[in-house]
């Protein structure tokens, strides 16, 4: 994985391409002008958001706003490399043509109810997290245990699967409430770290990275490493993982257990008392 910092200024554009390498777009200031077109979807990219260009999808991106635009950018570009298919194409104009009516759109393809005349796209949506529905989701799941390892932790879903954000990476994003100390494992991938909000510390490797608001950090792969939360709040960290490549090729190992969807769901009706 390859984790970098884009900034376009106001009115610039970054011209429209494609490449066989996935990236995706974390809006750290962003606003309803920012958009980044992706297979002819213009994507907003709010405060937060995230915004899928996954692999050999076109993509261009607008900074309609009036202040400077920043996000963080995750692409498979070593993985990619490694195998020898580094292809990047040009479309020869700034902008792509966009789609113009909703009906057209892939992303709506991802919905609950989908046309029963097509076939079915799994991979590879020009789709759009907005953070509002994440934060949402973290709210609501405020309360409940998580993760010995990770808090109350949340993947990115694949919209048509369930499965991982995109062939290559998994995005995640977790809360750790106040003065909470996860437990301590190692993991054959490796995580690239942003924090959203609130103060804390990974101790990776007998390491102490202090982290705080919009700080990143890398907890690389075989390490030893546990969160803290010191700060007074809750803190929300978004990040970036190699998990589906490395369970595609049968390398994905966790110690001292396998924690990934292990837990059963909640049981029905809720609160059953067995006599
Ligand atoms: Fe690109
Ligand atoms: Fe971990």
């Not at 390859?2 to 970054?14: F, T």
């Not at 097509?118 to 709210?139: H, M, S």
């Not at 990275?209 to 929300?236: I, K, M, R, Y």
Request: charged residues 20%; proline residues 8%; hydrophobic residues 40%.
């Amino acid at each position: 994985m390859n984790m970098g910092m884009q900034m376009l200024k106001p009115g610039e554009i970054a011209w429209a391409h494609r490449h066989t390498m996935a990236a995706l777009r974390f809006a750290i200031q962003g606003g309803p002008g920012l958009v980044t077109v992706v297979d002819g979807e213009p994507c907003q990219m709010d405060d937060y958001d995230l915004v899928l260009t996954p692999r050999w999808t076109w993509h261009d991106h607008h900074n309609g706003t009036t202040e400077n635009v920043v996000w963080l950018d995750v692409l498979d570009i070593g993985l990619v490399l490694g195998l020898n298919v580094p292809f990047y194409e040009s479309l020869g104009e700034m902008r792509q043509p966009e789609r113009l009516s909703p009906g057209e759109h892939l992303a709506d393809r991802g919905g609950l109810v989908r046309p029963v005349w097509e076939q079915t796209k799994a991979t590879n949506f020009p789709f759009r997290y907005p953070w509002r529905d994440v934060e949402q989701q973290l709210r609501r799941m405020a309360d409940v245990p998580g993760s010995p390892y990770d808090g109350v932790v949340l993947r990115y879903a694949n919209p048509v699967t369930g499965g991982s954000t995109m062939p290559t990476l998994d995005c995640w994003v977790q809360m750790l409430r106040p003065g909470q100390q996860t437990a301590a494992h190692q993991h054959t991938s490796s995580a690239v770290y942003f924090v959203v909000r609130g103060e804390g510390t990974t101790v990776v490797d007998g390491v102490e990275l202090q982290w705080g608001p919009h700080d990143s950090f890398v907890v690389p792969n075989w390490s030893t490493h546990h969160f803290v939360n010191s700060g007074a709040g809750e803190a929300v960290l978004f990040s970036v993982n190699d998990i589906p490549t490395y369970r595609a090729l049968d390398l994905y190992h966790e110690k001292p257990e396998l924690s990934l969807g292990v837990q059963p769901v909640p049981p029905a009706p809720a609160n059953v008392r067995v006599r």
